[in-house]
């Protein structure tokens, strides 16, 4: 949740009338109706507008960010699982490299 102060165009006035009236997130403005905000004692049925726009504008843009860091961990993670498959791809080539040059040579078989 994000305060209702770090909201742009919310000062010091404001956000104690907000929070007065138990409106302490900019999530909570987001959901509120213009009839609620006008009844708080200041805010006219324009601010409120304003207000209910831009706290739904910046509730937006949080929830796209959030989704970007996820999409970029994911990818994130799923390149190194890449990694660390090829990485086992690589060992596993490497053991039966080893098993070939383990095994006797014709020579050794026949004691020569």
Known sequence: ?????????????????????DY???????KAEVEDLVKIDGIGAAKAETLIERAR???EEIAAKRRETELA??????????????LLEDE???????????EESPEEKTGE
């Open 1 to 21: 949740m994000v305060q209702i102060g770090d909201m742009e165009g919310v000062g010091s006035k404001l956000k104690e009338k907000l929070v007065l009236y």
């Open 24 to 30: 302490n997130t900019v999530q909570q403005v987001a």
């Open 57 to 59: 504008n910046f509730v």
């Open 73 to 86: 961990q994911q990818e994130a993670e799923d390149a190194e699982e890449d990694v660390d498959e090829d």
């Open 92 to 102: 596993d080539a490497d053991d039966s490299n080893e098993e070939i040059t383990e």
